[in-house]
């Protein structure tokens, strides 16, 4: 009978043992398989007062993220408070709110952000968090830091193993629990098929999932030669969910380099917010890491559904190819859609031309509506709606259109598609796309099967604003003669930057600067050689020059009622029935990119002059035209050079009376001030002085 009891008391005290571990492991890996990755675990509030509540765990070595925190916001001066003494008091500091202010706190209802600790103080080197009134010296709510707590920081994995292909690295760092930056990156683009690819396993296999690239691209990725880029997982993949990450050729099944991923990292959780997918038609494609089309065929129509994380003034196209064997933008029939307001919009376009649309010899040739070429826009709008910084316009079109500038949706087989991203023009039309596929991309619209592929959307911290290139200013009393050719107009860094204006494909290159502004003297006269190309059967190269007193250009594409808004200075004269003709268009001389250059790269130059270095100069050999002009008193202080046929190519020309450069004046002024003041405080010393 005593054995037993020793028996049954041994048992029930080996239960209570599995129990105390279960529960130190649940407290341990406090809400890890519940829900999204927050850090590592710091503890709960003790709550004393004022309903305070929370979870707290440590983002990194300086920060804290509290989640489903409360508090009734009643005390009188309260604060988050932190400190190394061995209890919250009168000792400590102030930790400002997520919002970056020290003001008092007012009320939090399940609330999560984060809080940083001040003047770069670490975690390790407090004990506490509270909620603490200094006006009371009460302590509302309070966390301790454990003994040896390590916060989550980057860590390193190693470099990429050199199988094929010239693949290398430096050493990997995994920065959070979704971004991985790859230092000194090297491949050298030869492989048929080939992703950034991640998976589970003992090593890479075909079995896994694409990385987006470092611009967010999901085609077959590109030569790289010693480039640090970083990459982010899809959607609501985690650092957590692979064994590996690869360099993996999908076509041939061939690892061309690979790192191994360790588990249990303890890296900072991906501050990182996910916007679920949502799968409103039976089928979807990803098509970039913020854009995706969703459709379904039914009876003898196609429904479409495009989603885009776009700023508020871009548009989303999506069509069929121009070509029955490539993806191609010449000869595509595509939607352009955009929410203008409460308005959404999808509108047919036939593409003839990678330039927007234009009259060729009073024909509309280019990016243009088809109902701007003869035909009809047969796109019916069925929603559209903005949330969550995400355009979702849905459509619908007859699989066979009875207009000849339409394309028939084939249903046996895969077709060719295109898709592009932009900005709207101020006519809210599309610009030259700035986000488009380099590889061809085929879609089945009648698969027996569903297919899907796409991800959620994130919503990343902003990036660091895009250093633009310095702007150049072509201030010389002397010059008299500018030569004005053609050439890209790069990035971000480039035309955009510089005029903060929606840019074309090509820009006005001035004395070989790319959209300078001009400084002349009224009463000289000044010449530009044009070399803009003077074929008006092409819509992409055909630029004559002309000065008016407005900055978009485009004189042509103009209403009569808009072009009598404008006054034109130079490069224009009217026929007898007040038609707009051109009078200085020379021959083309064109700064193009390399063959098979990425314009995509371009913002990865630092400087203009490294950008221009690589282009190449084609020009042909007539004689340039000459625009002559002569400022006078009736010209206006600034006028601007443009293309009479497209917009947003030229910019500013400063009309000065002398050539003082600005501020020049002033500052002297400034300076005569200084002394003058400097003058007057000697003076009146002296006085004084001399009084006593």
């Known amino acids: 009978m005593n054995s037993f009891r020793v028996l049954k008391n041994i048992k029930n005290i080996v239960v209570l043992l599995l129990v105390l571990i279960l529960k130190s492991k649940d407290v341990e890996c406090q809400d890890d398989d519940d829900g999204p990755y927050r850090g590592k675990f710091i503890g709960k ?79 390790t080197e407090v004990k506490w968090l509270a909620i603490y009134d200094l006006q009371s010296q009460n302590t509302f709510g309070d966390v301790y830091i454990p003994e040896n707590f390590d916060p989550p920081s980057s860590q390193r994995a190693g470099s990429f193993s050199k199988i094929s292909h010239n693949v290398s690295s430096g050493s990997i760092e995994i920065l959070d629990s979704k971004t991985i930056r790859i230092p000194n990156f090297s491949y050298d683009g030869l492989g ?36 640090t880029i970083t990459l982010e997982l899809p959607g609501e993949r985690t650092i957590f969910e692979i064994d590996w990450l690869s360099i993996f050729d999908l076509d041939t099944n061939e690892n061309f380099g690979s790192i191994l991923i360790a588990n249990g990292l303890n890296v900072p959780p991906s501050l990182t917010r996910i916007i ?25 129509a196609v429904t479409m559904l495009l989603n885009g994380k776009v700023d508020i003034d871009d548009y989303m196209s999506f069509g069929i190819s121009g070509s029955d064997t490539k993806s191609q933008m ?27 649309c234009v009259q060729v010899l009073d024909v509309n ?44 949706f084939v249903l046996d087989r895969p077709m060719f598609v295109v898709w592009s991203m932009g900005k709207l023009d101020s006519n809210k039309e599309p610009a030259f796309h700035t986000v488009y596929p380099k590889k061809d991309l085929q879609i089945h619209f009648n698969s027996t099967e569903p297919f899907n592929d796409c991800f959620s959307f994130t919503d990343s911290p902003p990036k660091q604003e895009v250093e633009i290139w310095e702007p150049v200013h072509i201030f010389d009393k002397n010059l008299r003669l500018f030569n004005a050719t053609l050439g890209p107009s790069a990035g971000k860094k480039g035309y955009l930057g510089i005029t903060k ?64 808004e404008i006054r034109v200075l130079a490069g224009v004269e009217f026929t007898r029935r007040g038609r707009p003709k051109p009078t200085v268009a020379g021959p083309l001389c064109l700064l193009k990119y390399p063959e098979n250059y990425d314009r995509r790269l371009d913002d990865n130059f630092m400087t203009f002059r490294k950008f221009h ?73 002296t006085a004084i002085l001399l009084n006593l």
């Open 45 to 123: 509030f003790n709550s004393y007062h004022h309903q305070v509540s929370g979870d707290v765990y440590a983002v990194d070595s300086f920060t804290f993220l509290i989640v489903d925190f409360n508090y009734d916001g009643n005390g009188i001066d309260t604060f988050f408070w932190s400190g190394a003494s061995n209890r919250p008091g009168p000792q400590g500091f102030i930790v400002a709110d997520e919002h970056g202010k020290t003001n008092v706190l007012e009320r939090y209802f399940n609330k999560e952000f984060t809080i940083k600790l001040p003047d770069n103080k670490r975690i």
């Open 192 to 227: 048929k098929s080939v992703y950034f690819w991640a998976g589970v396993g003992a090593q890479p296999a075909s079995k896994g999932f694409k990385i987006p690239d470092d611009l967010g691209y999901l085609d077959p990725i590109r030569a790289y030669n010693e480039e």
């Open 276 to 300: 679920p997918h949502q799968l409103a038609l039976p089928n979807c494609k990803q098509l970039h890491k913020n854009f995706q089309v969703q459709w379904e065929v039914f009876g003898p």
């Open 330 to 356: 010449v000869g595509a029939d595509a939607a352009v859609t955009y929410i203008d307001g409460h308005l959404g919009y999808a509108v047919d376009y036939h593409i003839d031309s990678l330039a927007s």
């Open 365 to 408: 040739k280019g990016v243009c509506k088809d109902t701007d070429v003869g035909g009809q826009d047969n796109f019916q709008l069925h929603t559209a709606m903005r949330e969550d910084g995400i355009n979702k316009i849905t459509f619908r079109r007859s699989l066979i259109s009875s207009d000849a500038l339409d394309k028939e």
């Open 501 to 564: 204006h929606v840019a074309n494909s090509l820009s006005w290159y001035i004395n070989g600067a790319l959209a300078p502004e001009l400084y002349m003297r009224r009463g000289l006269t000044y010449a530009f050689k044009v070399r803009g190309g003077n074929n008006p059967h092409s819509t992409e190269y055909y630029h004559p020059l002309i000065i008016t007193n407005e900055p978009i250009g485009g004189f042509d594409k103009l209403s009569d009622s808009k072009q009598k």
């Open 613 to 685: 270095l690589s282009l190449i100069r084609e020009c042909e050999g007539n004689e340039a035209a000459t625009l002559e002009i002569t400022p006078n008193s009736s010209w206006p202080d600034t006028v601007y050079y443009n293309s009479f046929t497209q917009r947003n190519m030229g910019w500013k020309i400063h009309i000065v009376d002398n050539f003082a450069r600005p501020g020049q004046f002033s500052d002297a002024i400034t300076l005569f001030s200084c002394i003058s003041k400097f003058l007057i405080i000697v003076c009146t010393s």
